[in-house]
């Protein structure tokens, strides 16, 4: 009978175990690779085939993906990838993975091991954020998904005694705000968008010159918008900005939140797990009294990619806004419908069994070490930044709190677009040669690189090297291609 098994179990398993090693040789050797290569024409080329109709011998199909796709990564597991903010992925994980895969539990429900194991990963998630006991949570495909469900609930709670998942906006008496500084993390607008509430509804407040937001200018802001009319509802607060890794007036915002009666929610997707070192944790005091956080063990927990995961400390209300009773999905008595639901926690009916990475990476390396790698990963930003404040043609751009440091290359009297053109140049150099990957951002206006150093295997030398390797650029490119340093007028 055909099915999709393996017709020669002892062939399938030569095949996955040279595949497993090829992997694992991979990333031994990352550090001798470039950090980035482009696709060439021709592995692009090869890759657009015809619908397969017949089957191919799996050696064939592993051999082609090891050339046509998996030779050409986007880097992110290699020491010197600092580009946007995101983990360098784990061995770990990637085993945890293929286990779940081959485990197949659907964690949309039922009573099973993979769903209790779901609920001791955000136990232990929710122990390290400092929520208490009782809350909930949810993991999720990632912090966009985990700041939606955070928002929704915050919506949902807006007004007592309106239920707008029954109503929808029209049962508003008044239109709600939200509030967010001005560095807050693209997400937000597209949950306020989904929400329905518009990008209107999200105010955003201005950050001083460290970033972080101004709360004597959001107390202003909410009184003046409820003199006109809007209900002010949730304040989010972002633990770590994804421009710079400020972190906003937690305390404060606490305060004013509870004063107020409003929701705060913080993105914590960088900064929560910060929580993890012992010498950085203070910076994260009063992200335990948020009613809702996100965070992402994708980013500083480097399990491979999909897992973000929201807390809502007021379970109730977090069920609230998710909880359906479909007769199709009646819980029974006894067996494999007897779980609870996880599918009443989020947008997901079938969810993956991303809890096994978490549990794995935080089994195998334990809170401390994983909290020393946060540490480190600090250590070496204020490094670069020390590195790029000491030298004549580097410029430090924003103060450094966690692991992302902001930083230019000016040989001087260039105008401020020749300038950027000119660090957009060494950017692109760096990663065509495959050097280092490094992004760009303007942070209140001014043009630079970043480096978002959330790298379990970026080692000091990488920084002094990477940096090097941004002045030799520079100095080649200012004197070939820009004009010739005008002297000021
Ligand atoms: C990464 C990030 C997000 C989005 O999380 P994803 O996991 O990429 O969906 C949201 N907010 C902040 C501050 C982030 O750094």
Not at 128 to 137: D, K, N, R, T
Not at 219 to 244: F, H, S, Y
Request: aromatic letters at 6%; proline letters at 6%; glycine letters at 10%.
């Amino acid at each position: 009978m055909e099915t999709l098994d393996p017709t020669d179990w002892g062939e399938f398993a030569r095949i996955a175990h040279k595949a497993v090693d090829e992997a694992i040789a991979r990333t031994a050797a990352l550090r001798d690779r470039p950090v980035w290569r482009p696709m060439p024409p021709a592995a692009r080329k090869a890759l657009r085939q015809p619908l397969p109709v017949e089957p191919t011998p799996l050696d064939h199909v592993v051999d082609e993906a090891w050339d046509t796709i998996l030779a050409y990564p986007m880097g992110n597991t290699h020491p010197r990838f600092w580009m946007w903010y995101m983990g360098a992925s784990s061995l770990t994980g990637a085993l945890a993975d293929f286990l779940a895969a081959a485990d197949g539990s659907n964690l949309g429900g039922g009573d099973h091991a993979a769903a209790e194991c779901e609920r001791q990963v955000i136990d232990w998630l929710r122990q390290i954020a400092g929520f208490p006991e009782g809350s909930s949570g949810t993991l999720t495909s990632g912090g966009s998904e985990a700041n939606l469900i955070g928002l929704t609930v915050a919506r949902n709670r807006a007004i007592p005694g309106i239920d707008l998942r029954e109503g929808g906006l029209a049962a508003l008496p008044r239109p709600l705000r939200f509030y967010a500084s001005d560095q807050v993390h693209g997400c937000h607008q597209k949950a306020v968008e989904l929400l329905g509430l518009g990008n209107r509804a999200l105010r955003r407040i201005p950050t001083g010159p460290d970033c972080r937001m101004d709360v004597e200018a959001l107390a202003r802001a909410i009184e003046e918008d409820r003199a006109q009319g809007w209900q002010p509802a949730c304040v989010i607060a972002t633990a770590g900005t994804v421009n710079t890794g400020a972190i906003d007036p937690l305390p404060a915002m606490a305060d004013l939140c509870r004063d107020r009666g409003l929701w705060l929610h913080v993105d914590g997707c960088i900064g929560a797990l910060t929580r993890l070192s012992p010498r950085h944790a203070h910076l994260l005091d009063g992200i335990d009294r948020a009613d809702s956080l996100a965070l992402d063990p994708h980013k500083s927990l480097h399990v491979p990619f999909e897992a973000g995961c929201v807390l809502v400390r007021d379970a109730r209300a977090h069920l609230g806004s998710f909880a359906l009773h479909s007769e199709y999905l009646d819980p029974a008595l006894r067996g494999i419908a007897a779980g609870g639901w996880l599918l009443d926690l989020g947008l997901q009916t079938s969810r993956g069994f991303r809890a096994l990475k978490i549990w794995m990476m935080l089994r195998e390396h334990g809170t401390a070490r994983l909290g020393r790698i946060i540490g480190r990963n600090i250590d070496q930003a204020r490094r670069l930044a020390a590195l790029a404040q000491a030298h004549p043609r580097l410029t430090l751009l924003s103060p450094v709190t966690l692991d992302i440091a902001c930083f230019r290359y000016d040989p001087g009297g260039l105008d401020p677009s020749a300038l950027a053109g000119l660090n957009a140049e060494i950017m692109m150099r760096l990663q065509e040669d495959g050097t280092v990957a490094f992004s760009d951002t303007t942070v209140h206006g001014e043009h630079g690189l970043r480096a978002a150093i959330c790298n379990h295997r970026t080692t000091d030398e990488d920084i002094g090297m990477a940096l090097a390797a941004v002045v030799r650029t520079g100095d080649a490119l200012a004197t070939t291609h820009a004009p010739t340093h005008a002297s000021p007028a």
